[in-house]
């Protein structure tokens, strides 16, 4: 008899546990305890988003849950906005300015941080942090030598000899209305000698072994820097900021007094250079990003002598 | 030979990282199993008792079994939100259909004549049960929950779609980067390893409890003890 009493109450315990659908134990997930900190598939937001969880787990007691590869700015957005996650790591100015606003593109970054900061405070309940101090954004990108060799600093000086130049693209990016080649040519006032779509991926290698002369990159891409590329700026702001931030529901930030402080040592952090390294260290080093979080944070001590 | 190189460098690297996952992985599929182990053998006894309900029953699980296991989690993200309870409750549902199957088979392919002899000497229902059915049937339980528990391990690979983690997070993002071969074979090896040790070890002691080799064994302990 007390065999099966044993028995009945395993049972129910474990029934309980399943129907409550509170956390195992081993395996905690999103539960209402947690933090839950979203990332999309990418290196860039994964490495950034371990970042949080370390940086979070450092400084407070607070548990932190880490939900990967959610599919897009969008379902980043949903998430949040169903309170399935907490924090989204990675967030861009100019996708969310088009995407969960829907508004036009704005050119400038400062003025796209501050419509974002304050739109996402006003009709989600959201905090947009201030920028880690990198940009993903397109770049038109040459060769160090080439650079060095023409004294290239921005695209306005590609002018002068255009016309003789390949130029590298993302196969979308030349048809593409407002921010596409038309645009690009109408903005600058010059065009290419030739131009030639291909995969985003195959741009690096095609200008490091000389097969293009100016490509359209990716700005945090690791590659720019392992193949010593160099980014020319754009000087007249053509492309739209994608400055990059972590964006987090107020209610958590209310529940946890410390968190704000502890994500805002962050900020202004980590150059483009420094995520381009970081990124390389993922994709082309084949570390996993929370293995490149953790050794970033160590080398900089969690940045506890800063503010 | 590249490849194989990269991938020792891979585990070199990220080898805490990778067993966190592995261990991750395996134990959402154990809960799933070990859930549906709970509901499911009660329900296989029940019935393999009123069998009218079998038909009904089983086929329910069947219909489980064949929405596709992408779309299973899909819905049921949309119900219970993102993470790991997600997966663990798709892997108990696909649990049931083996569990149950093989409970209902082995309870009803117990010999009637052992039935009989346990209701003449006596025993309760609860004890025939207890003593006769269950110890019998043990070994085609067991080979149910070894099918899902492989099935499981299979199926939670795909958790990583919405945020559960796992070993498929390092097969996912083995896809996303430029050169990604070995990254996904170091977590596609370590999820078929996981499958075939589950399938060992479930296997050794499904024979463990098997009747036959404990009645022969018995049966030889008897000879031996006749001989002396």
């Known amino acids: ?307 | 030979m590249d490849t194989i190189k990269d991938i020792l460098f891979y585990y070199t690297q990220n080898g805490s990282y990778v067993w966190e996952q592995f261990y991750r992985h395996f134990l959402m599929s154990a809960y799933g199993v070990l859930f549906a182990a709970i509901v499911a053998i009660p329900l296989g006894i029940l019935i393999a008792r009123y069998h009218k309900l079998s038909a009904w029953v089983i086929s329910l699980a069947n219909i489980i079994q064949t929405i596709p296991a992408l779309a299973m989690l899909a819905v049921l993200m949309l119900v219970m939100g993102l993470g790991t309870d997600t997966v663990v409750f798709s892997l108990f549902l696909y649990s049931l259909l083996p569990i149950i199957k093989n409970t209902y088979t082995g309870i009803r392919n117990v010999d009637h004549a052992l039935l009989e002899s346990g209701k003449a000497m006596g025993m309760t229902k609860f004890q025939v049960l207890r003593m006769v059915e269950i110890p019998l049937a043990m070994s085609v339980i067991m080979a149910g929950l070894r099918t899902a528990l492989v099935i499981t391990i299979g199926i939670a690979t795909i958790g990583t779609f919405i945020g559960a983690g796992g070993l498929g997070d390092i097969i996912l993002r083995g896809t996303n980067v430029t050169d990604g071969t070995a990254i996904i074979l170091a977590g596609a090896i370590p999820t078929a390893l996981m499958a075939v040790i589950a399938d060992f070890v479930m296997g050794w002691l499904e024979r463990k409890l098997s009747p036959n080799k404990k009645r022969k064994g018995a049966l030889k302990k008897n000879i031996e003890e006749q001989a002396a």
């Not at chain 1, 990332?39 to 932190?64: C, F, L, P, W």
């Not at chain 1, 920028?131 to 650079?147: D, I, M, P, Q, R």
Request: net charge neutral; proline share 3%.
């Open chain 1, 1 to 307: 008899m007390l065999k099966k009493n044993r028995f009945l109450i395993v049972l129910a315990l474990s029934l309980s546990v399943l129907i409550s659908g509170c956390s195992l134990p081993g395996l905690s997930g999103p539960a209402k305890d947690t933090i839950a900190v979203g990332t999309m598939g990418t290196s860039e937001s994964q490495i950034m988003g371990n970042m949080v969880r370390m940086m979070i787990e450092h400084y407070t007691d607070a548990k932190v849950e880490m939900v990967n590869n959610l599919g897009s700015s969008i379902v980043q957005h949903q998430a949040m906005m169903n309170g399935d996650v907490d924090i989204t790591a990675t967030r861009y100015t100019g996708t969310d300015l088009a995407g969960a606003l829907g508004m036009d593109p704005v050119k400038d970054p400062e003025e796209a941080m501050k419509i974002v900061k304050r739109e996402f405070q006003k009709r989600f309940d959201q905090t947009w942090f201030d920028s880690y101090g990198f940009a993903n954004s397109y770049a038109f990108t040459v060769t160090k030598e080439l650079a060095d060799k023409e004294n290239l600093k921005t695209v306005s000086d590609l002018e002068r000899f255009a016309p003789n130049l390949k130029l590298g693209v993302d196969n979308a990016w030349l048809k593409r209305k407002g921010d596409g080649y038309e645009g690009f040519v109408k903005e600058y006032g010059f065009e290419f000698g030739k131009t030639f779509p291909m995969q985003i991926g195959l741009v690096y290698q095609a200008a490091a072994n000389g097969k293009m002369d100016v490509v359209l990159a990716y700005t945090t891409d690791g590659r720019i820097k392992a193949f010593n590329l160099k980014v020319l700026e754009d000087d007249k702001h053509f492309f739209p900021p994608y400055d990059t931030s972590l964006v987090a529901r107020n209610d958590v930030i209310k529940a946890h007094p410390k968190l704000k402080g502890v994500l805002q040592k962050l900020s202004g952090k980590i150059s483009t250079e420094k995520m381009q390294e970081l990124n390389y260290e993922a994709d082309g080093k084949m570390k996993e990003p929370s293995i490149v979080a953790k050794e970033f944070l160590e080398e900089h001590h969690y940045f506890e002598n800063e503010k």
